[in-house]
């Protein structure tokens, strides 16, 4: 029969490689966290920078069927096209630019229209006149921005 004593000098080393397996194993897993984090925040972004984009494109085609359709007016309330308070929408020279924290989106639009909408705020663009040979001419009337919308 074998003798299950522990031999001379390997009493203690299991609890001790014990030990060290599982630091390592936190180590490892630490690393790897941080890395699929990097990963997940450069896709976040991405995503974000796509979304903002195809916004700035629907806008522009919203803006492009206005112009084309036979109603007057347009109201555009910024709370409810605008994904934050950090975004900015303004049109003028026929592009739809959405900016945020110092990033553009543009997107070309038929539309003449000139103005800048804020979260909190709204604008009312109306058609002043339009012939079937020429683009609508454009007057802005009214344009309402709340305090709070002008201090985020």
């Known amino acids: 029969m074998r003798d299950r004593r522990p031999q001379s000098g390997r ?7 014990f030990a060290l397996s599982r630091a390592s194993l936190c180590v490892c897993g630490a690393v790897l966290l941080v890395t699929v984090a990097g990963i997940m925040g450069s896709y976040q972004d991405r995503a974000e920078s796509d979304m903002e984009k195809a916004l ?25 096209i605008l994904p934050s308070s950090k975004h900015v929408l303004k049109v003028g020279s ?4 959405l900016e945020k924290d110092g990033t553009y989106r543009t997107a070309m639009t038929r539309c003449g229209a000139e103005f800048e909408l804020w979260y909190g705020g709204s604008v009312t663009i109306t058609k002043r006149c339009q012939s079937p040979n020429t683009s609508a001419i454009w007057r802005r009337v009214s344009v309402n921005t709340s305090i709070s919308s002008v201090l985020l």
Do not use: P
């Open 11 to 17: 009493g203690g080393g299991g609890l001790i490689e």
């Open 56 to 80: 700035a494109g629907d806008i522009a085609e919203m803006l492009d069927a206005f112009e084309g359709s036979e109603t007057e007016s347009l109201t555009l309330e910024g709370s409810r």
């Open 94 to 97: 026929n592009i739809v630019c």
